[in-house]
């Protein structure tokens, strides 16, 4: 690693200050009735299956751990113990590009299974969105786009950070609103850790 030639510190104040600004512009640039939207499809749901690939799905599987403490029943897809997919069950899918064929071939193999697909990407023509029953858009940039415009981080950095911050937006107002308090959903989270 080259060292800076300015102190480190100003260096990482100035990254997280970058971030940050991103953040408030992606906030700011959210269709917050898309986001609403997605609040009827999880309450609608027999089950919730979630999907992302790389670091889009770790943001997945801590929306699916959140939501399994509120009371939900999730599944990662791809793990082991993930049962198939049917009617009145929820696929909530994200991917930047919206066209990571693992991720399509899911949301196919969940419409013809009669469930519902809810997708979550900054590209509204992409084939997951087309499938899609309702779709949030990110405005961040694809990974595979190097928009500096849209963002300064490398590769799909905003769009990933903006997946943990929606769906734990979705979280906070379903947790507020079932009336459960911070105990009472620790008594589902793990205990074998």
Known sequence: MN???????????????????????????????????????LDASKRIFLMGMGRSGLMMQAA????????????VVGETTTPAIGKGDLLLAGSGSGSTTSIVNAAKTAKQEGAGVVAITTNPDSLLADLADQVLLIPAAQKNKQEAAIS???????????LLLVT??????????????????????????
């Open 168 to 193: 734990d937006a979705l979280i906070q107002v379903l947790w507020q609103a079932g009336g459960k308090s911070a105990d009472e959903l620790w008594k589902r989270h793990s205990n074998l850790e």
């Open 3 to 41: 060292t800076p030639t300015i102190p480190l510190n100003e260096v990482l104040d100035e990254a997280v200050n970058l971030v940050y600004e991103e953040h408030l512009k992606m906030r700011d640039g959210l269709d917050y009735n898309q986001l609403a939207a997605v609040i009827p499809h």
């Open 152 to 162: 300064k981080q490398y590769a799909g950095s905003l769009f990933e950070q903006s």
């Open 64 to 75: 699916a751990m959140r939501l399994m403490h509120l009371g939900y029943e999730t599944y």
